[in-house]
C-alpha cells in the first residue's frame, strides 16, 4: 500500500514539472519578446519602449519633404500628403515626434510599414491667429532606418487676407498743435478683380481728411514676398487739420471694399498733439505717446497719482485751468491751486481710481474701455488719456 502510494506522488511530481515545463515553453513562444527584453541592456530597452529601435534593413525613401501651397485666405486651412516608402528589407516604423507649431498636426497611415509599402503623411495646416505673411511650418517623423533616424516635413507660402494695409495703422507723432500733418496708408488687393475702395467713414470729420487714388507696386515690394503677390493697390492720403487738443488721439476709419470676402477694412490713426508752452510730467505719464498709466489695483482698494501741468511763455502766469470732462464719471481730478516758480505756472493734478470702481480694464486702443480726462485753459484743450487695470481680489 505504501509503496502504490509512494509509486503515485513520485508520478505526480513528474507529470507536474513537465506540465510546467510545457506550459512555461508555450507561454515563452507566445510572448518570447518578455524573455528578449531582459536580455538588452537598459539603453536598448529605452530606445524599444520608445518605438526608436534601429534596424539597418529598414530602409526610408522620399522623394518630396518640403510642400509650397503659395498663396491661402488667412481664414482657411489647408492639408498635403506626403509618401514614405520602405525600400528596406524589414519593417519601417514611423512616428510623429513634434510639430513646430500647435496650428499643424501629422497622421501616418500606416506606422508600420513591410517591405516595399509606402506610408502617407498626412499633414494639415492653418493660420495661427490669423497670422498674415509668410508661413513656413513644420513636424518630424522619427523611424528605425539608421540612416534617416528623422525625416523633417514641412508646408511653406502666404497666409493673407483679401485686403491688406501697410502700415497697419497711421502713426502721426508729435504734432505741434495749430499745425495740419499728412500720412499714407496703403491698400492691397489680393483677388483677381481690382480693389475698389468706398468713402471712408469716421467719427471727427472736422478735423481729418482722406482721399485716395491707384497706384502700383514699388521697387521695395516686389521684393517683399506677401506684397509682391497683391494684384492691385491703392493709396491713401489722410491729413490731420489743427483743432484737435492737446495730448494723444485715436481714430477708427472705416472703409468698405467690393471684395465679399472682407466688405470692410478698418485702420487707426494715432499720435499726439503737442503745444511749445505746456508740459506734462509725472509718475506713469509717457511723453511720447501723451498717455497717462495709472498701474493697476483691485476692487476695494482706491488708486491715486498725480500729474504736474507746465505752462511757460510770455502767457503763463495769467493761464488758468479747469476740469471740464472726465471719462468715466466716477474716476475724480482735481486740480491744485497754481504755483508760479519764475517764469512758469505749476498745476497739480490728482487723479484716483476710487474703491468702487468697476472691475475692467481701461486701455488707450483696442479691447477695453476708455478714459481720460479733458481740461480747458485760457485758449486750448488738454487730453489726458488714462490707461489702467481694476481687477478682483
Given at each position: 500500500?505504501?509503496?502504490t502510494?509512494?509509486?503515485?506522488?513520485?508520478?505526480?511530481?513528474?507529470?507536474g514539472?513537465?506540465l510546467g515545463?510545457g506550459?512555461a515553453?508555450?507561454?515563452?513562444?507566445?510572448n518570447g519578446?518578455q524573455?528578449?527584453s531582459e536580455t538588452?541592456?537598459?539603453?536598448?530597452?529605452?530606445?524599444?519602449?520608445?518605438g526608436?529601435?534601429?534596424?539597418?534593413n529598414?530602409?526610408?525613401?522620399i522623394?518630396?519633404?518640403v510642400?509650397?501651397f503659395?498663396i491661402m485666405?488667412?481664414?482657411?486651412?489647408?492639408?498635403?500628403?506626403?509618401?514614405?516608402?520602405?525600400?528596406g528589407?524589414?519593417?519601417l516604423?514611423l512616428?510623429?515626434?513634434?510639430t513646430?507649431?500647435s496650428?499643424l498636426?501629422?497622421?501616418?497611415?500606416?506606422?508600420?510599414?513591410?517591405?516595399g509599402?509606402?506610408a502617407?503623411?498626412?499633414?494639415?495646416?492653418?493660420?495661427d491667429?490669423?497670422?498674415t505673411g509668410?508661413?513656413?511650418?513644420?513636424?518630424i517623423?522619427?523611424?528605425?532606418?539608421?540612416?534617416?533616424?528623422?525625416i523633417?516635413?514641412s508646408?511653406?507660402?502666404?497666409f493673407?487676407?483679401?485686403?491688406?494695409?501697410?502700415?497697419?495703422?497711421?502713426?502721426?507723432?508729435?504734432?505741434?498743435?495749430?499745425?495740419?500733418r499728412?500720412?499714407t496708408?496703403r491698400f492691397?488687393?489680393?483677388e483677381a478683380e481690382?480693389?475698389q475702395?468706398s468713402?471712408?467713414t469716421?467719427?471727427?470729420?472736422?478735423?481729418?481728411?482722406?482721399?485716395?487714388?491707384?497706384?502700383e507696386?514699388?521697387?521695395s515690394?516686389n521684393a517683399d514676398?506677401?506684397?509682391?503677390l497683391?494684384?492691385?493697390v491703392?493709396?491713401g492720403?489722410?491729413?490731420?487739420?489743427?483743432?484737435l487738443?492737446?495730448?494723444?488721439?485715436q481714430e477708427?476709419?472705416?472703409?468698405?471694399?467690393n471684395?465679399p470676402?472682407?466688405?470692410?477694412?478698418?485702420?487707426?490713426?494715432?499720435?499726439?498733439?503737442?503745444?511749445?508752452?505746456?508740459v506734462?510730467?509725472?509718475?506713469?505719464?509717457n511723453?511720447?505717446?501723451?498717455?497717462?498709466?495709472?498701474g493697476?489695483?483691485?476692487?476695494?482698494?482706491?488708486?491715486?497719482?498725480?500729474?504736474s501741468i507746465?505752462?511757460?511763455?510770455?502767457?503763463?502766469?495769467?493761464?488758468?485751468?479747469?476740469?471740464?470732462?472726465?471719462?468715466?464719471?466716477?474716476i475724480?481730478?482735481?486740480?491744485?491751486?497754481?504755483?508760479d516758480v519764475?517764469?512758469l505756472?505749476i498745476?497739480?493734478l490728482?487723479?484716483e481710481?476710487?474703491e468702487n470702481a468697476?472691475?475692467?480694464s481701461y486701455?488707450?486702443?483696442?479691447?477695453?474701455?476708455?478714459?481720460?480726462?479733458?481740461l480747458?485753459?485760457?485758449?486750448?484743450?488738454?487730453r489726458?488719456p488714462?490707461?489702467?487695470a481694476v481687477?478682483?481680489?
Amino acid at each position: 500500500m505504501v509503496r502504490t502510494l509512494l509509486t503515485v506522488v513520485l508520478a505526480s511530481s513528474i507529470f507536474g514539472a513537465l506540465l510546467g515545463l510545457g506550459v512555461a515553453h508555450s507561454l515563452l513562444s507566445v510572448n518570447g519578446w518578455q524573455i528578449e527584453s531582459e536580455t538588452k541592456p537598459y539603453d536598448t530597452l529605452i530606445e524599444t519602449a520608445r518605438g526608436q529601435a534601429t534596424d539597418p534593413n529598414a530602409k526610408a525613401r522620399i522623394e518630396e519633404i518640403v510642400y509650397n501651397f503659395g498663396i491661402m485666405d488667412v481664414k482657411a486651412s489647408g492639408s498635403h500628403d506626403f509618401f514614405i516608402q520602405n525600400v528596406g528589407t524589414a519593417d519601417l516604423i514611423l512616428r510623429v515626434n513634434q510639430t513646430t507649431c500647435s496650428c499643424l498636426g501629422i497622421d501616418i497611415t500606416p506606422s508600420r510599414v513591410p517591405p516595399g509599402r509606402t506610408a502617407k503623411c498626412h499633414l494639415r495646416y492653418k493660420a495661427d491667429q490669423a497670422l498674415t505673411g509668410k508661413f513656413s511650418q513644420g513636424g518630424i517623423v522619427m523611424t528605425n532606418d539608421p540612416d534617416n533616424r528623422e525625416i523633417f516635413l514641412s508646408v511653406e507660402g502666404i497666409f493673407t487676407n483679401p485686403v491688406v494695409t501697410r502700415p497697419t495703422n497711421v502713426n502721426l507723432p508729435r504734432v505741434v498743435a495749430g499745425t495740419p500733418r499728412t500720412a499714407t496708408i496703403r491698400f492691397y488687393g489680393f483677388e483677381a478683380e481690382p480693389l475698389q475702395l468706398s468713402a471712408p467713414t469716421w467719427e471727427n470729420r472736422e478735423h481729418f481728411d482722406f482721399q485716395w487714388e491707384p497706384a502700383e507696386l514699388t521697387e521695395s515690394e516686389n521684393a517683399d514676398s506677401h506684397l509682391s503677390l497683391a494684384k492691385s493697390v491703392i493709396e491713401g492720403t489722410i491729413t490731420l487739420r489743427p483743432g484737435l487738443p492737446i495730448g494723444s488721439f485715436q481714430e477708427w476709419f472705416q472703409v468698405s471694399t467690393n471684395y465679399p470676402s472682407q466688405a470692410n477694412v478698418h485702420f487707426l490713426a494715432s499720435g499726439q498733439i503737442v503745444g511749445g508752452n505746456v508740459v506734462i510730467s509725472g509718475q506713469g505719464y509717457n511723453s511720447q505717446t501723451g498717455v497717462a498709466d495709472l498701474g493697476r489695483t483691485v476692487m476695494g482698494r482706491s488708486l491715486l497719482r498725480e500729474i504736474s501741468i507746465q505752462f511757460r511763455g510770455a502767457t503763463a502766469q495769467t493761464t488758468s485751468v479747469q476740469v471740464s470732462a472726465v471719462e468715466p464719471a466716477w474716476i475724480r481730478a482735481e486740480l491744485s491751486p497754481p504755483r508760479d516758480v519764475g517764469p512758469l505756472r505749476i498745476f497739480t493734478l490728482t487723479i484716483e481710481v476710487p474703491e468702487n470702481a468697476p472691475s475692467s480694464s481701461y486701455v488707450v486702443s483696442g479691447d477695453g474701455q476708455r478714459a481720460h480726462i479733458l481740461l480747458e485753459t485760457n485758449d486750448e484743450t488738454l487730453r489726458i488719456p488714462l490707461q489702467f487695470a481694476v481687477g478682483r481680489q
